[in-house]
C-alpha cells in the first residue's frame, strides 16, 4: 500500500495529508463507506504509515503559529498517513437482516412508536 500513496503523493505533493487505501469494494466518495473500512479494516498500529519533513501546503495552518512568516523554514516541512484500509485476510460475509424480519418490523412500525 506504500507504493499507492508514494504514486498519490508524487502527483500531488502539497495534497494528500491524509491518504486512506480501501478495496475496490468500497466507494472512495462515500465518506460512511471509508470510515466503515477505516473502522474494520486497519488496526492503527499496524496499517498507518506516517511521513515527516514533506512540503506542506502553503495554506495548511496546521505547520506553525500564524506569528510564524510564510519565508520561516520552519514552515517549510509538513508530514502526511497513509491509513491501509484494505482487508489484510479473508473476511467473514457482511451480516444481513433477512428481507421477511425488515419487512415484519415495517408492518408493526407504528405500534413500536415510530411514524413513517
Known sequence: ?????????SL???????????????DVRNPFQVEWAMSFHAQPARDTFTVS???PSGVDPSTAPADIPQHDPRRRA???MLIDATRKHPYPPA???????????QKKWKEYGFSK
Not at 451480516?95 to 418490523?105: D, K
Request: charged share 25%.
Open 1 to 9: 500500500m506504500k507504493e499507492v500513496a508514494w504514486g498519490a503523493w
Open 12 to 26: 500531488m505533493n502539497k495534497e494528500g495529508k491524509f491518504t486512506i487505501v480501501v478495496d475496490d469494494d468500497i
Open 53 to 55: 519533513g514533506v512540503v
Open 78 to 80: 509538513g508530514s502526511k
Open 95 to 105: 451480516a444481513r437482516v433477512p428481507p421477511e424480519y425488515i419487512l415484519a418490523a
